[in-house]
């Protein structure tokens, strides 16, 4: 085996045993740290480390450079989580006399309804969904108290308001936090498209009546799709998202229904295959226990032979990150070829292939992609 | 061991293959860089700090290089990566070095959030420092470097790293960038004063690094006490003036200059707080760099009686 690859495999046993089996993180030698605290910064995932040793008391047991580098990590993120939790409360004010429900999406639902996935977690911004029909009243209110439109090409514009789930984000003037603003989980044009009535239907409300969530089936299906067809060419599979999925399935274990709920609920939604995919790597990387009765009908979602074997080593691929300074082609290719499937699942061929020649022609350009600091800064945790 | 006592050529080859482990203040860092430029201007200037084994636990990975792929064939560019990251866009190769020593800055002010991070040059005399709070432009940087030239002990000329667990101020004895007229400045205040080649035309106009006196990078490691707050604000031709300001406008002047007050929340007010209520809070308005030293030391000595 060449050195490249046993130091990815190594890179990847480090984070996979962290996660599994923090109370050996002690025993880790500095050498194992530094690599550790590598991959696990650029998966974004130190907040989980920290805040599994902080709950064993075994910050101290660590060598005092990485307990830095995790309590560092642990100051942004509360700092962040106190962000998106006030930026809730002044939605709330904004939009206290638009009578319809708001409900709150992904790494914003697990704050406010204090679900595990949110412990140690980052959040960039406010992920809402809303009634389609909603959308101009409450885009509009928003603009008029403070908040507005981030600056984008008029492509981009009619690229989000045509095709897309959600609208292009808002930002509020002073405070900077962003709120993506959703009104179905997939864009329009996607293969996989449901009606999002369903979901309003099934969500549950929260203690503050105006916020709901999305029930608990409901809430794993966005967490998957959101994973597999929400991608980045180079960040690609979101280790992170498939462990919020492992955390949510935790916590959704002891449910009556929920596990009987979940395949026929994938179904109905066209969102077997995501659900399929993210149990079988769940059960893999964390050992997320999964009831042996689904086993069957889960077998049954998959796809034919060939398929189903390549899926499961470019989605293995894509999700476990690379030694930082041993990159693969492999992974790079893995990771390029799931984003392309994502947009094929996501376009009609005829649009895709539209909207691919632009991109294209942007780049011979010379377009740089624009960089923003901000989120540039918060990726460092 | 000390980047001294490899000679020029271990030294371009540490950072072509397993990369120079180094130390700055508390951070320890490994460059890796394949611009003989850059090492050329590097040696002299790193030769006096710590040298470090890379098989340790590290703070920053970094790396100045040329660009990957073919690219590196059709310019000549340098480009900074952290972690095998590349989150800027690239530099001309001559600027090399000035571009490696602004990433460490970004390195340390978008990841030690541990610490409270003021936007601060300092400065120590007999374990008592005094911090200079200040926004680019007011000549924090000269005035520092002229401190340190003059009998003062150098923290750091850009980051007050302040310890929440007990407020005192960890140095960062990193060297120290001279923009535009500055340099002449410090050459004609000590001729003595060991400072790079200049690099015209960067980002920020001419610069060239000064390094800290031998014995600011010996002592990095000995934290210290505030003991006063000064707002330094160069003003052509200007007398000298140094006043004492409120303690409540300090705390917003020191507040308002870190770079991560919001992130450490209660903690930064508290020791932000603390910080105003033990030290003496000046604002300086200087011309000519004596007189500011005079001044300064002067109330380091009021304070001996």
């Known amino acids: ?381 | 061991m000390i980047v001294a006592d490899l000679t020029p050529d271990e030294f371009a080859e540490r950072l072509t293959t397993i990369g120079l482990g180094i130390r700055f203040g508390p951070f320890k860092l490994r460059i890796h860089s394949n611009l003989p430029t850059f090492a050329r201007v590097a040696y002299p200037l790193y030769a006096p700090y710590p040298l470090l084994s890379v098989d340790h636990l590290l703070d920053f990975h970094i790396q100045i290089s040329s660009p990957p792929g073919l690219r590196r064939w059709l310019r000549r560019q340098a480009c900074f990566a952290l972690d095998g990251h590349f989150p800027f866009a690239p530099y001309t190769v001559e600027h090399a070095f000035p571009a490696l020593e602004w990433g460490i800055n970004w390195c340390i002010a978008t990841r030690a959030h541990h610490l409270l991070l003021l936007h601060a040059a300092g400065v120590e005399r007999d374990g008592r420092a005094i911090l200079f709070p200040a926004s680019p432009g007011d000549g924090k940087s000269t005035l520092c470097t002229a401190l340190i030239h003059s009998g003062w002990r150098l923290l750091s000329d850009e980051f007050g790293l302040v310890l929440p667990e007990d407020g005192r101020l960890l140095p960062v004895p990193r060297v120290i960038p001279l923009k535009n007229e500055s340099i002449d400045v410090i050459r004609r205040f000590r001729p003595e004063a060991v400072i790079g080649p200049s690099f015209l035309n960067t980002r920020k106009g001419t610069v060239a690094h000064v390094q800290p006196p031998i014995d600011s990078i010996r002592r990095a490691r000995e934290p210290a006490w505030a003991r006063w707050l000064v707002f330094p604000r160069w003003v052509a031709d200007a007398p000298l003036s140094l006043q004492p300001i409120t303690k409540s406008q300090a705390f917003l002047m020191v507040a308002s200059n870190a770079f991560n007050y919001d992130v450490l929340d209660e903690t930064s007010f508290r020791l932000i707080n603390a910080m105003v209520r033990t030290c003496d809070c000046f604002t300086l308005v200087y011309s000519r760099l004596e007189e500011a030293i005079s001044a300064l030391d002067q109330l380091d000595r009021v304070d001996h009686v």
């Open chain 1, 1 to 381: 085996m060449s050195d490249k690859s046993s130091e990815n495999l190594r890179a990847q046993r480090l984070l996979l045993d962290a996660l599994r089996h923090p109370d050996e993180l002690p025993a880790l030698s500095a050498a194992d740290w530094d690599l550790l605290l590598r991959v696990a910064r650029r998966t974004r995932l130190l907040g989980r480390l920290e805040v599994s040793l902080a709950i064993r008391d075994a910050l101290a047991k660590i060598p005092e450079r990485a307990a830095d580098h995790l309590r560092a990590s642990r100051n942004v993120i509360k700092h962040r989580q106190t962000l998106v939790a006030w930026e809730v409360n002044r939605l709330l004010w904004a939009l206290a006399d638009i009578d319809t429900p708001l409900i709150l999406l992904k790494g914003t639902a697990y704050l406010l309804a204090g679900l595990s996935p949110a412990s140690g977690r980052i959040f960039a911004d406010v992920d809402l969904l809303v009634a389609e029909e909603r959308l101009d009243e409450i885009e509009a209110r928003l603009l008029a108290r403070g908040w507005f439109r981030t600056q984008i090409d008029p492509y981009d514009d009619r690229y989000y308001r045509v095709w897309m789930h959600e609208i292009p984000p808002l930002r509020h003037r002073e405070r900077g936090t962003e709120i993506d603003i959703h009104h179905r989980l997939l864009p329009k044009t996607s293969r996989l498209a449901s009606s999002p009535e369903s979901l309003f239907a099934a969500a549950l409300p929260l203690s503050n009546r105006r916020l709901h969530i999305l029930a608990p089936v409901d809430m794993v299906l966005h967490a998957l799709v959101h994973l597999f067809l929400e991608g980045d060419p180079e960040e690609g599979l979101r280790l992170r998202d498939l462990l919020d999925v492992h955390e949510l399935l935790r916590n959704f274990n002891d449910r009556p229904d929920f596990w009987s709920e979940l395949i026929p609920r994938a179904r109905e939604l066209g969102f077997q295959r995501p659900l399929y995919y993210g149990l079988l790597h769940a059960q893999e990387l964390f050992a997320t226990p999964i009831p042996a009765s689904l086993t069957a009908e889960l077998a049954q979602l998959a796809p034919r032979w060939p398929i189903k074997v390549l899926m499961a080593r470019l989605i293995r691929l894509a999700l476990l990150p690379e030694h930082p300074d041993h990159p693969r082609r492999s992974a790079a290719i893995a990771r390029w070829l799931l984003y392309a499937r994502a947009h094929w699942l996501r376009m009609p061929p005829a649009l895709l292939s539209k909207h691919l020649l632009r991109k294209l022609w942007l780049r011979c350009q010379g377009g740089r992609k624009r960089i923003d600091l901000a989120q540039l800064d918060l990726k460092q945790q």
